[in-house]
C-alpha cells in the first residue's frame, strides 16, 4: 500500500525482502549448490539491497546482512516461544 507520496509503507517493503529472501536459496539453504557460490550470494544480496534502498537510500551491503541477521534471530526467538509453549502444556494458536 502506498501512502500519499507515492512511497509503499515499511511493512510492505519487508515482506517483499522477506519474499525475495526465500527466492534466493544461495542466501539460507545450507545444502543447497548456490550457497557456496559467492557470485550467486552476492546477486541475492543485491537483489535484497535494492529492495531495502526504498527505506534506506544509502542501503549498503553490510546493512542488508545486518537485516537478515535481525530477521533470522527474530525469528528463531518467537519460534522458541511457540516450541516452549507447547513443551509446557499450553496450546497457541498463530494467527
Not at 534466493?24 to 543447497?32: R, Y
Not at 535494492?50 to 533470522?72: F, G, H, M, S
Request: charge should be positive; proline fraction near 2%; hydrophobic fraction near 30%.
Amino acid at each position: 500500500m502506498e501512502d500519499i507520496s507515492g512511497k509503499r509503507n515499511e511493512r510492505d517493503v519487508l515482506l517483499q525482502f522477506i519474499h525475495t529472501y526465500r527466492d534466493h536459496p544461495a542466501l539460507w539453504k545450507v545444502k543447497s549448490r548456490e550457497y557456496s557460490n559467492k557470485i550467486a550470494r552476492s546477486k541475492g544480496i543485491s537483489a535484497l539491497q535494492d529492495i531495502l534502498k526504498e527505506l534506506e537510500p544509502d542501503c549498503t551491503r553490510n546493512a542488508v546482512i545486518k537485516k537478515i541477521n535481525c530477521l533470522r534471530s527474530s525469528f528463531r526467538r518467537e519460534y522458541r516461544k511457540i516450541e516452549n509453549s507447547k513443551k509446557s502444556g499450553f496450546d497457541v494458536q498463530l494467527v
